[in-house]
């Protein structure tokens, strides 16, 4: 977790099928930095376990038995602006809803993403690493630049880089995030080691900003073997 954000984020994961909220659950609690604090099988019990628990994150379905998934984040938003004090929960949608009406009704709902099911574990942890980049920005800035707000909101502006084939924009933010918080500079085994990766993949977004001109590539030399590459962030 980071230093600056001590406090794990604690979900809700509410889906009508037992089955499939457990193996959710096992998902979220696989990574480091969120906790499972409920869970609820449909919108009334979401409803009051949001009102009890107070989460920070909803893993929400659209397909409950006795509302939508869509009305209840927009209870939950009701609730927020009825009760000020009460801490904004945000919403990743889960479904196997596919109508573009509905991931446009989600969207205007506040969701701060929607996947679709079926999905494996490492997309939905994708996800939940955006989650944490967005709540790390956000606990960070006093005042932000267009380039904050083009991060936090997914939108590039025109004639910005295009990620390579087999690079994901949420990584290469996490990775950007972690280059930002150690402005000494990082190996590619300290930047896996802080934002939960692989070796392999934070080395192959380390070299894409080293290649595009964000990254600064020094090497530092041992005693034996070949010298160690530090990335440090230039923008």
């Not at 009825?82 to 990743?92: E, G, K, N």
Request: contains cysteine; glycine residues 6%.
């Amino acid at each position: 977790m980071n230093a600056r954000n001590p406090s794990p984020t604690t979900v809700l994961v509410v889906d009508d099928d037992f089955m499939v909220a457990k193996l959710h659950s096992r998902y979220v609690a696989a990574m480091e930095g969120f906790t499972v604090v409920g869970v609820a099988h449909n919108g009334a019990e979401a409803l009051r376990a949001a009102e009890r628990l107070r989460p920070d994150l909803v893993l929400l379905d659209v397909y409950l038995p006795d509302m939508d998934g869509i009305s209840v984040l927009r209870e939950l938003r009701a609730a927020e602006e009825q009760d000020p004090s009460r801490p904004p929960v945000d919403a990743l949608f889960i479904t196997a809803a596919r109508d573009a009406e509905i991931i446009r009704s989600a969207l205007r709902a506040g969701a701060l993403h929607y996947l679709i099911k079926p999905f494996n574990q490492a997309a939905l942890q994708e996800q939940l690493r955006h989650v944490a980049a967005l709540r790390t920005r956000l606990d960070t800035l006093d005042e932000a630049r267009q380039e904050d707000v083009d991060q936090i909101f997914g939108t590039r502006p025109p004639g910005s880089r295009e990620l390579p084939k087999g690079l994901a924009a949420h990584t290469a933010e996490l990775v950007e995030r972690v280059l930002r918080d150690h402005p000494p500079g990082l190996s590619a085994t300290e930047c896996a080691q802080a934002g939960s990766l692989s070796r392999v993949s934070a080395r192959r977004y380390l070299e894409y900003f080293a290649d595009t001109g964000r990254a600064e590539v020094t090497l530092k030399y041992g005693g034996t073997g070949r010298p160690e590459r530090r990335y440090r962030w230039v923008g």
